[in-house]
Nanobody
């Protein structure tokens, strides 16, 4: 049974930074494409960043240059370093896994079969 557990969310002022983590278990982690999604109240869940099994990454235009996704296959952990945070980054952030080598931020949430419970990120002064 696949388990994804996010941590690292919280409240931060605009311009601040946060690092999200996602601990994965119950899967051959190195064989999965991984992604971070977010969902704000009243909005659809959107892809923020993805990392393929070969560590190739893709980003939503809204976070390029500010967010960095990375994976540690030895520790079965996914990370999202978020810098220069803006109020519009406020959302619930979810870790997701796709049982395939490749994925991109252009794919819908439905392409990912396993999800964490989410961690809240609030950016406010």
């Amino acid at each position: 049974q696949v388990q994804l557990v996010e941590s690292g969310g919280g409240s931060v002022q605009p311009g601040g930074s946060l690092r999200l983590s996602c601990a994965a278990s119950g899967l051959t982690y190195s064989s999965y494409c991984m992604g971070w999604f977010r969902q704000a109240p009243g909005q659809e869940r959107e892809a923020v960043a993805t990392t393929n099994t070969n560590a190739y990454t893709t980003y939503a235009d809204s976070v390029k240059g500010r967010f960095t996704i990375s994976r540690d296959n030895a520790e079965n952990t996914l990370y999202l370093q978020m810098n220069s945070l803006k109020s519009e980054d406020t959302a619930m952030y979810y870790c997701a896994a796709k049982r395939y080598q490749y994925c991109t931020v252009t794919e819908s949430a439905a392409a990912f079969g396993d999800w964490g419970q989410g961690t809240q990120v609030t950016v406010s002064s």
